[in-house]
């Protein structure tokens, strides 16, 4: 039973600071990609990060560059984004989510595990 829970969200202030975690149990993180993406309303769901298993490397969408930082802790089974600098523009519901190895293209969405999602509120 493969399950990913994300934590951490809530309401932060523009330019403030936010760490999501994205835990996983049932899946050895060791060989697997996970990614975040997030989802405004009435907008697709969009890619965020990833951190791929297989290489070491890590992808950022254009938006985040130089804000958001993707991190893993394979002994906790727990992958981490941080969100500095964020802005109103910033505020979804932020999902992580699995597959084999390699990260995908930065905003395509066939993965093959997902979390139910953490709310992201950037508001002054």
């Known amino acids: 039973q493969v399950q990913l829970v994300e934590s951490g969200g809530g309401l932060v202030q523009p330019g403030g600071s936010l760490r999501l975690s994205c835990t996983v149990s049932g899946l050895n993180l060791d060989t697997n990609a996970i990614a975040w993406f997030r989802q405004a309303p009435g907008k697709e769901r969009e890619g965020v990060s990833c951190s791929s298993a297989g290489d070491g490397k890590t992808y950022y969408a254009d938006s985040v560059k130089g804000r958001f930082t993707i991190s893993r802790d394979n002994a906790k089974n727990t992958v981490y984004l941080q969100m500095n600098s964020v802005e109103v523009e910033d505020t979804a519901v932020y999902y992580c989510?699995?597959?084999?190895?390699?990260?995908?293209?930065?905003?395509?969405?066939?993965?093959?595990?997902w979390g139910q999602g953490a709310q992201v509120t950037v508001s002054s």
């Open positions: 989510a699995a597959v084999s190895w390699l990260c995908l293209a930065i905003h395509d969405t066939r993965y093959d595990y």
